[in-house]
């Protein structure tokens, strides 16, 4: 059974850091995209960041210069490092094998698979 478990959430003041970790089982992160994606109620999840087979990356424009996205293979685990934490970044985060937009990976549906998610709260 594929599963992508998130950790690493919590509550921090403007200008923090968070490291966020997805840790997979039932498959290896080595063959497939992993994306980062966000959402906050009432609105639309946003794709923040993703990671390929090949350790390409991408960041949206709202996290571009404060994120960075690593895998480790021998832990089977992705990370999304958040700096400079903004009121913004308020969301739940959640790993998926799909990147959304504008990565737009395809996903065989046995294969698309997201975690429960952590929440990430960013308050003074």
């Known amino acids: 059974q594929l599963q992508l478990v998130e950790s690493g959430g919590g509550s921090e003041q403007p200008g923090g850091s968070l490291r966020l970790s997805c840790v997979a089982s039932g498959f290896t992160v080595d063959g497939y995209f992993i994306g980062w994606l966000r959402q906050v109620p009432g609105k639309e999840p946003e794709g923040v960041s993703c990671?390929?087979?090949?350790?390409?990356?991408y960041y949206a424009a709202s996290v571009k210069g404060r994120a960075t996205v690593s895998k480790d293979s021998a832990k089977n685990t992705v990370y999304l490092h958040l700096d400079s934490l903004k009121p913004e970044d308020t969301a739940t985060y959640y790993c998926?094998?799909?990147?959304?937009?504008?990565?737009?990976?395809?996903?065989?549906?046995?294969?698309?698979?997201r975690g429960q998610g952590t929440q990430v709260t960013v308050s003074s």
């Open positions: 998926s094998t799909e990147c959304g937009p504008p990565i737009n990976n395809y996903v065989p549906p046995d294969k698309r698979v």
């Open positions: 990671i390929g087979s090949g350790d390409n990356t």
